[in-house]
Structures are given as structure tokens and as C-alpha cells.
């Protein structure tokens, strides 16, 4: 599982983006997501590969379709990531408001 850095690359691009938080509401065939969005489905199926390379989503054939979904693990590689950031963020916020005035320079 790649996840990240990769997956915080992969979601860098604004359509691949849009398509993921798609994804997150419900797996999707490729012609369905090109549908609402102002992209060929060429270009879709771009974004979905970097998406699926970065371990965020996962496909299955569906007859002649591929459904695509997120990658539970990977996005929850990505959020662990990312948590890592926030708990230092709370944590180092919490020494700043506990400090007493005069140790503040």
C-alpha cells in the first residue's frame, strides 16, 4: 500500500480530488463519474489510474464495466498520515496556551 506521500500528490490535482470525494459518497463506473464532471472519460480513467497507483481506490469488473471505489486501507494509511500532523498540531497548541505569561518571550 503506497497511500502516502503519493496519495497527497494524487489529490494535489483538483479533478482527481472531485473524483475521490465522488468515490466516497459511492463506488463509480467511469462513464458515471466523466458525467458529472467537465472531463472526457479518457482523461477519468487518467485520474483514476494515478488514484489506483497512489493506493486510493481499488476497481472490480462489473461485465463490461469497472467499478471503481475507495481503497478503505489506503485512505486510511492517508488519514493515519495526516493524523500524525494534527495530534503534533493540538499538542504543541496545548503547551502555547499552558505556558504562563512571563515564559512567553
Known amino acids: 500500500m503506497v497511500a502516502y506521500p503519493s496519495g497527497l500528490t494524487a489529490l494535489g490535482d483538483p479533478t482527481r480530488r472531485a473524483i475521490f470525494e465522488r468515490l466516497a459518497d459511492q463506488p463509480s463506473a467511469v462513464g458515471e463519474l466523466a458525467r458529472?464532471?467537465?472531463?472526457?472519460?479518457?482523461?477519468?480513467?487518467?485520474h483514476l489510474k494515478v488514484l489506483k497507483d497512489a493506493g486510493l481506490v481499488i476497481d472490480r469488473p462489473a461485465g463490461a464495466r469497472r467499478i471503481y471505489q475507495l481503497d478503505p486501507d489506503g485512505a486510511s494509511a492517508l488519514r493515519a498520515y495526516l493524523d500524525l500532523f494534527w495530534s503534533r498540531a493540538l499538542a504543541a497548541y496545548k503547551t502555547a496556551v499552558e505556558q504562563r505569561p512571563e515564559e512567553v518571550t
Open 36 to 46: 458529472e464532471l467537465p472531463v472526457s472519460r479518457p482523461a477519468v480513467s487518467q
